[in-house]
């Protein structure tokens, strides 16, 4: 059984930092990238950023662009995400997600929340 465990996350306040982790594990655990999605009460979910295993390819939603940064290693099947200059709009559930060509972001972690206070 495929399974995503997110870690971190938390309060903190404008300007700040936090960084959160997700390990995948299961033994048919397959996917040709990882990332983060977040989302706000009563929203759907909302694209953030992602890191791809061919060419450590990065992607980011503009709002995160240069105050987030995606890291992967393909070989322990782990995704963390640094945010920095944190804004209370960044305050949401934040998702570990897993993305495979053809099967698009199939599995999601538990979700973890982030708290940005003003």
């Known amino acids: 059984q495929v399974q995503l465990v997110e870690s971190g996350g938390g309060s903190v306040q404008a300007g700040g930092s936090l960084r959160l982790s997700c390990a995948a594990s299961?033994?048919?655990?397959?996917?040709?990238?990882m990332g983060w999605f977040r989302q706000y009460p009563g929203e759907e979910r909302k694209f953030v950023a992602s890191f791809a295993w061919s060419g450590d390819t990065t992607y980011y939603a503009d709002s995160v662009k240069g105050r987030f940064i995606v890291s992967g290693d393909n070989a322990k099947n782990t995704v963390t995400l640094q945010m920095n200059s944190l804004k209370p709009e960044d305050t949401a559930v934040y998702y570990c997600?897993?993305?495979?060509?053809?099967?698009?972001?199939?599995?999601w972690g538990q979700g973890t929340q982030v708290t940005v206070s003003s």
């Open positions: 299961g033994r048919t655990f397959s996917s040709d990238a």
């Open positions: 997600g897993a993305y495979q060509e053809g099967r698009s972001w199939y599995t």
